[in-house]
């Protein structure tokens, strides 16, 4: 049983003058409780393969499977269901609503889809969504459960019980970064992806941020980070590395030579 599952994912990028193959023939499955790091150097394919993991873009070739289903050629409506019911986003700066309380911030998934949601809204919801559709059909325990309660809930899990009606100004870096923890999780995902997730982070603090995710996975929740930093792989179950696009395993005593 497997969270996500690229086969023979190739993603190309064509233009006039030329095209660029992003992944190639990328091979990549990741079960539930793992967490994978994703390393490369500038220009080798992981902020795509985040995008294909996360159903923000498409391969132009392969087969991908998110939790036994095929998803390989889902309409953008289907996509930004999937992404909804079984994704959660982190990013490197955070991107929390400035004038939104920490609480309110978690509480965002639940109501709308696209950016707002913790996309990047490249592939946001065509119609905006409604909000009222968010749970139907969500087979999940906690359906009926008050997103204010539980976004309360989380960030009081993540160390933030004390901060719950903070502005994201008001909170160090660290403690944002446990806020967008909480908010990827809001709606009961299988899959978080996180992009540069300790990138704005001193070690100390990335670490307190890395030991968040491992926490996560025992809860058998998948993680998937994009990064160039040894910490997060020191932390990560496996790491992978894409070179040009094409990706192989990591033996665990390499390390990674670009920090
Ligand atoms: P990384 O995240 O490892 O820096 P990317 O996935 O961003 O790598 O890019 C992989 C390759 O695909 C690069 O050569 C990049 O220039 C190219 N690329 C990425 N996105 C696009 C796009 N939307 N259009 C054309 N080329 C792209
Ligand atoms: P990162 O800093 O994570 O490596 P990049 O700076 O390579 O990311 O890319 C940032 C965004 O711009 C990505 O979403 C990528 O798809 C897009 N992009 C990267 N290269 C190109 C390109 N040559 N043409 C168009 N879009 C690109």
């Known amino acids: 049983d497997c969270v ?3 086969r023979g994912v190739t993603k190309e990028y064509r233009s006039a003058s030329e095209t660029v193959v992003a992944l190639d023939d990328v091979d990549f499955t990741v079960r539930p409780g793992e967490f994978v790091a994703v390393v ?4 080798s394919g992981k902020s795509t393969m985040l995008n294909v993991l996360g159903l923000l ?4 070739r392969g087969e991908q499977y998110l939790q ?5 050629d889902l309409s953008d409506e289907e996509q930004t269901d999937a992404r909804k019911r079984a994704i959660g986003f982190v990013f490197q700066d955070f991107h929390l609503i400035p004038t939104l309380t920490a609480t309110e911030n978690v509480e965002l ?3 709308f889809d696209g950016e707002i949601a913790g996309t990047t809204g490249r592939r946001a919801a065509p119609n905006g969504g409604t909000g009222t559709e968010a749970t139907d059909g969500h087979d999940t325990d906690g359906a009926d459960e ?16 004390e901060r719950l009606d903070h502005d994201p100004t008001q909170l160090s870096g660290g403690q944002k970064q446990r806020v967008a923890i909480a908010r990827a999780l809001v709606n009961r995902p299988a899959l978080v992806l996180a992009d540069e997730p300790t990138g704005n982070l001193d070690r100390e603090t990335g670490t307190t941020i890395l030991e968040e ?4 996975c025992e809860d058998g929740v998948a993680v998937v980070a ?9 932390f990560a179950d496996r790491t992978v590395e894409l070179v040009d696009g094409v990706l192989r395993e990591r033996a665990p005593s390499e390390s990674d030579e670009s920090s």
């Open 4 to 6: 996500v599952e690229l």
């Open 213 to 216: 995710f491992r926490r996560i």
């Open 40 to 43: 490369g150097p500038s220009g």
């Open 109 to 111: 998934p639940t109501l």
């Open 57 to 60: 873009d498409v391969p132009t």
């Open 68 to 72: 036994g289903g095929d998803v390989t």
């Open 226 to 234: 994009v990064t160039h930093d040894d910490l997060v792989t020191e």
């Open 146 to 161: 008050d997103p204010e309660a539980r976004a309360r809930d989380l960030l009081s899990r993540v160390g933030l019980g």
